[in-house]
């Protein structure tokens, strides 16, 4: 059974639930260089607050493909786990990758 993403909002942040997520993590962890299962993988740790994994998951798929919208995730896990210098070099890189997204 594929798993069910609950998307909603809570005194105005952006919130997500996975239902079955370490069942589909696993299945996720088997597809080791597919971009988009890594992705998906990444935000599934992002969503259960898995963040060591995450920013391993996002790190890992930096180094497959470099200028990948997960810069903008690996963004965002250096500063949830406060790594503030990193995460200003990752908005840096995306502003190069892409200027007008600012």
């Not at 597919?34 to 898995?50: C, D, E, R």
């Not at 493909?65 to 786990?81: A, D, G, P, R, W």
């Amino acid at each position: 059974m594929p798993p069910k993403i609950i998307f909603y909002t809570k005194n105005g942040i952006n919130l997500a639930k996975v239902n079955n997520d370490d069942q589909y993590i696993d299945k996720l962890k088997n597809k080791s260089n597919n971009i988009f299962a890594l992705m998906s993988q990444g935000k599934a740790y992002l969503v259960i607050s898995k963040y060591k994994e995450t920013y391993e998951v996002f790190t890992r798929l930096l180094k497959i493909e470099s200028e990948n919208i997960t810069l903008k995730y690996h963004k965002e896990i250096n500063y949830i786990i406060e790594r503030y210098k990193e995460s200003i070099s990752d908005l840096k890189k995306l502003l190069k990758i892409n200027p007008d997204n600012t």
